[in-house]
């Protein structure tokens, strides 16, 4: 099984866009996909999640702004970044749980997979 890599992060003004990739080539189908993040001094929490179902939901601060989704043809699991803000810096890491109950609600200690990080730097 090869280690989840986060790709896509960087540094972008406010206004700007990002699209963050987590590649899924090798591992079962899971039961929940999803995007956390963790700002300077804060703990990390959750951006968005999707369930096998399709059912998806965002913090707060993000909705209207990102989009998460998943190519089927390649497995990757797709953070579309639009209006970034100052607040939204911090690293982000995707996430996979194989057998929660509720994705959105479910925390980060109890999902199984964790990608390794990329960063995002948002200045004003």
């Known amino acids: 099984r090869v280690p989840l890599v986060e790709f896509g992060g960087g540094s972008v003004e406010a206004g700007g866009s990002l699209t963050l990739y987590c590649p899924t080539q090798g591992y079962e189908k899971f039961r929940c996909s999803g995007w956390f993040r963790r700002g300077p001094g804060k703990e990390r929490g959750k951006v968005a999640t999707?369930?096998?179902?399709?059912?998806?939901t965002y913090e707060d601060s993000v909705k209207g702004r990102f989009t998460i989704s998943q190519d089927h043809a390649k497995g990757d699991l797709i953070l579309q970044m639009n209006n970034l803000q100052p607040e939204d810096t911090g690293m982000y890491y995707c996430?996979?749980?194989?057998?929660?109950?509720?994705?959105?609600?479910?925390?980060?200690?109890?999902?199984?997979?964790w990608g390794q990080g990329t960063q995002v730097t948002v200045s004003s």
């Open positions: 996430a996979y749980g194989l057998f929660l109950v509720d994705c959105g609600t479910t925390a980060p200690s109890r999902w199984d997979y």
């Open positions: 999707l369930d096998d179902s399709g059912y998806i």
